[in-house]
Protein backbone atom coordinates (compact mmCIF):
# COMPACT_ATOMS: atom_id res chain seq x y z
CA UNK A 1 0.00 0.00 0.00
CA UNK A 2 1.00 3.88 -0.78
CA UNK A 3 -0.19 7.25 -0.25
CA UNK A 4 0.12 10.40 -2.72
CA UNK A 5 2.55 13.20 -1.16
CA UNK A 6 1.90 16.43 -1.99
CA UNK A 7 4.59 19.85 -2.35
CA UNK A 8 4.18 23.03 -2.88
CA UNK A 9 5.43 26.20 -4.12
CA UNK A 10 3.81 29.63 -4.79
CA UNK A 11 5.13 32.72 -5.84
CA UNK A 12 3.68 36.28 -7.51
CA UNK A 13 5.95 37.04 -10.70
CA UNK A 14 5.78 40.97 -12.43
CA UNK A 15 5.86 39.39 -15.64
CA UNK A 16 2.58 38.70 -17.44
CA UNK A 17 1.03 35.49 -17.63
CA UNK A 18 1.49 34.82 -20.60
CA UNK A 19 5.51 35.10 -20.77
CA UNK A 20 5.54 32.87 -17.63
CA UNK A 21 2.93 30.22 -19.78
CA UNK A 22 5.86 29.83 -22.44
CA UNK A 23 8.84 29.29 -20.28
CA UNK A 24 7.15 26.74 -17.97
CA UNK A 25 5.95 25.42 -21.25
CA UNK A 26 9.30 24.74 -22.93
CA UNK A 27 9.85 22.01 -20.34
CA UNK A 28 13.60 21.95 -21.49
CA UNK A 29 13.92 25.11 -20.07
CA UNK A 30 13.61 23.98 -16.24
CA UNK A 31 16.52 23.04 -15.15
CA UNK A 32 17.56 26.56 -15.36
CA UNK A 33 15.56 27.66 -12.45
CA UNK A 34 15.18 23.97 -10.61
CA UNK A 35 18.96 22.66 -10.34
CA UNK A 36 18.20 19.37 -8.87
CA UNK A 37 16.50 18.86 -12.45
CA UNK A 38 19.61 18.05 -14.38
CA UNK A 39 17.38 17.87 -17.86
CA UNK A 40 14.53 17.75 -19.14
CA UNK A 41 13.97 16.64 -22.91
CA UNK A 42 11.07 16.30 -24.70
CA UNK A 43 11.35 13.12 -26.89
CA UNK A 44 11.51 13.51 -30.79
CA UNK A 45 9.17 10.54 -31.69
CA UNK A 46 6.68 11.54 -29.44
CA UNK A 47 6.58 15.21 -28.32
CA UNK A 48 4.10 14.10 -25.45
CA UNK A 49 6.79 12.55 -23.54
CA UNK A 50 9.81 13.59 -21.73
CA UNK A 51 12.53 12.18 -19.97
CA UNK A 52 13.17 13.64 -16.70
CA UNK A 53 16.97 13.19 -15.30
CA UNK A 54 16.85 14.59 -11.23
CA UNK A 55 20.66 15.02 -9.81
CA UNK A 56 21.35 15.71 -6.20
CA UNK A 57 23.64 15.23 -3.52
CA UNK A 58 22.04 13.77 -0.50
CA UNK A 59 23.43 11.63 2.78
CA UNK A 60 26.94 12.28 1.44
CA UNK A 61 26.35 10.51 -1.90
CA UNK A 62 25.52 11.33 -5.49
CA UNK A 63 22.05 10.46 -6.69
CA UNK A 64 21.08 10.12 -10.27
CA UNK A 65 18.00 8.83 -11.99
CA UNK A 66 15.27 9.65 -14.78
CA UNK A 67 11.77 8.54 -15.60
CA UNK A 68 9.56 9.18 -18.54
CA UNK A 69 6.39 11.98 -17.99
CA UNK A 70 3.64 12.03 -20.26
CA UNK A 71 2.78 15.31 -20.85
CA UNK A 72 -0.90 15.85 -19.92
CA UNK A 73 -3.00 18.28 -22.48
CA UNK A 74 -2.65 21.96 -20.89
CA UNK A 75 -5.17 24.03 -20.33
CA UNK A 76 -3.99 27.04 -22.09
CA UNK A 77 -2.68 30.06 -19.42
CA UNK A 78 -3.85 27.94 -16.75
CA UNK A 79 -2.35 24.73 -16.13
CA UNK A 80 0.52 22.56 -16.97
CA UNK A 81 0.61 19.12 -15.61
CA UNK A 82 2.28 15.66 -16.56
CA UNK A 83 2.52 12.44 -14.82
CA UNK A 84 5.34 9.96 -14.83
CA UNK A 85 4.87 6.37 -16.98
CA UNK A 86 5.16 3.21 -14.84
CA UNK A 87 8.04 1.36 -15.29
CA UNK A 88 9.96 4.08 -16.49
CA UNK A 89 12.53 4.50 -13.49
CA UNK A 90 16.18 4.67 -14.38
CA UNK A 91 16.69 2.98 -11.02
CA UNK A 92 16.11 -1.10 -10.80
CA UNK A 93 13.76 -2.03 -8.80
CA UNK A 94 12.50 1.41 -7.16
CA UNK A 95 9.38 3.39 -9.01
CA UNK A 96 8.62 6.44 -7.72
CA UNK A 97 5.13 7.78 -9.58
CA UNK A 98 4.94 11.19 -9.74
CA UNK A 99 3.14 13.81 -11.15
CA UNK A 100 3.04 17.64 -11.28
CA UNK A 101 1.59 20.72 -12.27
CA UNK A 102 1.79 24.06 -12.78
CA UNK A 103 -1.17 26.74 -12.30
CA UNK A 104 -1.37 30.26 -13.28
CA UNK A 105 -3.42 32.97 -12.31
CA UNK A 106 -3.60 36.51 -13.56
CA UNK A 107 -3.09 39.30 -11.14
CA UNK A 108 -3.19 42.38 -13.92
CA UNK A 109 -2.06 42.74 -16.93
CA UNK A 110 2.14 42.49 -16.32
CA UNK A 111 1.06 40.34 -13.13
CA UNK A 112 0.77 36.62 -12.32
CA UNK A 113 0.93 34.11 -9.83
CA UNK A 114 2.47 30.67 -10.51
CA UNK A 115 1.93 27.80 -8.22
CA UNK A 116 4.05 24.17 -8.43
CA UNK A 117 2.53 21.13 -7.14
CA UNK A 118 4.20 18.18 -7.08
CA UNK A 119 2.81 14.57 -5.94
CA UNK A 120 4.60 11.27 -5.70
CA UNK A 121 3.48 7.64 -4.31
CA UNK A 122 5.59 6.54 -1.43
CA UNK A 123 4.89 3.74 0.55
CA UNK A 124 3.02 3.68 3.93
CA UNK A 125 6.00 2.44 5.80
CA UNK A 126 7.87 5.35 4.58
CA UNK A 127 4.90 8.35 4.87
CA UNK A 128 6.24 9.27 8.19
CA UNK A 129 9.58 10.02 7.02
CA UNK A 130 8.55 11.48 3.79
CA UNK A 131 5.77 14.13 5.91
CA UNK A 132 9.04 14.54 7.95
CA UNK A 133 11.08 16.09 4.72
CA UNK A 134 8.14 17.90 3.50
CA UNK A 135 9.55 21.17 5.19
CA UNK A 136 12.55 20.84 3.54
CA UNK A 137 11.20 19.64 -0.36
CA UNK A 138 8.58 22.96 -0.26
CA UNK A 139 11.93 24.83 0.74
CA UNK A 140 13.99 23.56 -2.28
CA UNK A 141 10.45 24.10 -4.57
CA UNK A 142 10.12 28.04 -2.91
CA UNK A 143 13.68 28.38 -4.03
CA UNK A 144 13.40 27.25 -7.57
CA UNK A 145 9.87 29.44 -7.22
CA UNK A 146 12.22 32.54 -6.21
CA UNK A 147 14.85 31.27 -9.46
CA UNK A 148 11.79 31.47 -11.94
CA UNK A 149 10.86 34.81 -10.61
CA UNK A 150 14.06 36.35 -11.21
CA UNK A 151 14.85 34.18 -14.70
CA UNK A 152 11.25 35.58 -16.10
CA UNK A 153 12.19 39.11 -14.63
CA UNK A 154 15.31 38.84 -16.50
CA UNK A 155 13.51 36.89 -19.61
CA UNK A 156 10.96 40.02 -19.96
CA UNK A 157 13.86 42.82 -19.76
CA UNK A 158 16.12 41.09 -21.86
CA UNK A 159 12.70 40.56 -24.44
CA UNK A 160 11.59 44.15 -24.00
CA UNK A 161 15.53 45.53 -24.32
CA UNK A 162 15.23 43.94 -27.72
CA UNK A 163 11.43 44.72 -28.97
CA UNK A 164 11.84 48.71 -28.27
CA UNK A 165 16.03 49.46 -28.29
CA UNK A 166 16.63 52.51 -27.37
CA UNK A 167 18.19 55.94 -29.75
CA UNK A 168 21.20 54.60 -30.50
CA UNK A 169 21.12 51.37 -29.21
CA UNK A 170 21.55 47.96 -31.15
CA UNK A 171 18.84 45.66 -31.03
CA UNK A 172 20.85 42.38 -30.25
CA UNK A 173 19.99 40.45 -26.90
CA UNK A 174 21.02 42.10 -24.16
CA UNK A 175 23.89 39.98 -21.60
CA UNK A 176 21.62 39.90 -18.99
CA UNK A 177 18.58 38.21 -20.92
CA UNK A 178 18.51 34.55 -19.96
CA UNK A 179 18.89 32.39 -22.92
CA UNK A 180 17.53 29.00 -23.70
CA UNK A 181 19.75 26.51 -23.03
Known amino acids: MAQWLEN ?33 KVQPNDTRMSKWTLSTTQ ?16 I ?18 IEVANRGQIRFVRKGPKACNVTLTISYEVPNALVPFAN ?8 ILSQDMQRFKSYAEVYTAG ?6 PSAGASASPSA ?3 PKK
Open 59 to 74: FGRDWEFSWLARNLQP
Open 8 to 40: RASIDVPVPLETCWVLWEDRERIPQWMPWIKSV
Open 176 to 178: AAA
Open 159 to 164: NNAKAV
Open 132 to 139: ALTPVVEG
Open 76 to 93: KNQKIHWVSEPGSTSLPG
